[in-house]
């Protein structure tokens, strides 16, 4: 069984669409986690989600909302498209929220293309 | 903010040989991990390193983490193309992972 899924693994859409992504874990993990791989493989963190906590990395737009319907999910909604959205978006989760030991499984990422 | 750097950004060996990359941060690791990311996957941990000077050994693959647990390095013994990837080293800075740029590896047949 996969642990962490996300759908779809790709996405190519038009700038100013509004699209989500989607993720699940089956870990009964408590925290999740979203984040940007840019082309230069960059991998920055864009929120964590823990009990209802959300931390938001203050250099994402407020274009960009998590949004969790229960524990084991946690989706990312994108409202009005750019160019430079682009990139590979990777869901994950860990059993608390660090640090020292918390291991993080990542699912297979989300690649979007916005034209 | 905490930056971490990471050496050499690419790396092209011949199946067998042995080598090290290097992860360093500004500012005091509270723990240090590295991750292995295969293309089309996402990052897979390899290890945890939390005490200065210490030494963790995974197969052909050996973690050291620096004494004043400000930089880290991984080594790998006989190279072999399964071990291709990007490698990431992280740490748990403020509320959140931080995590390196990466060094690409290629390990010909």
């Known amino acids: 069984d996969t642990a962490v899924s996300q759908t779809p693994k790709y996405l190519v859409t038009q700038m100013g669409n509004d699209k989500s992504i989607k993720c699940e874990q089956n870990l009964g993990h408590d925290t999740m986690y979203w984040y940007k791989q840019d082309s230069k493989k960059f991998l920055k963190i864009m929120f964590s989600?823990?009990?209802?906590?959300?931390?938001i990395n203050e250099t994402v737009p407020n274009r960009f909302s998590p949004k969790s319907p229960d524990k084991a999910h946690l989706n990312l909604h994108i409202n009005s498209l750019e160019l430079g959205d682009s990139a590979v978006y990777f869901c994950?989760?860990?059993?608390?929220?660090?640090?020292?030991?918390?291991?993080?499984?990542f699912g297979p990422g989300t690649r979007l293309t916005v034209l | 903010t905490q930056l971490l750097e990471q050496s050499p950004q690419f790396l092209s060996i011949q199946e067998g040989e042995n080598l090290t990359v290097y992860c360093n941060s500004s500012?005091?690791?509270?723990?240090l991990q590295w991750y292995r990311q295969e293309p089309g996957e996402g990052p897979v941990l390899l290890v945890t390193?939390?005490?200065?000077?210490e030494v963790k050994k995974l197969k052909r693959l050996t973690f050291q983490f620096g004494d004043a647990r400000k930089d880290s390095s991984l080594h790998i013994t006989a190279a072999q193309p399964g071990d291709t990837g990007l490698y990431l080293c992280a740490d748990f800075y403020g509320q959140n992972f931080v995590f390196g740029p990466g060094t690409r590896l290629s390990v010909l047949p």
């Open positions: 390193v939390v005490t200065g000077g």
């Open positions: 500012s005091v690791f509270s723990s």
């Open positions: 989600y823990n009990n209802k906590e959300l931390i």
């Open positions: 994950a989760s860990s059993q608390g929220r660090g640090p020292i030991t918390d291991t993080q499984y």
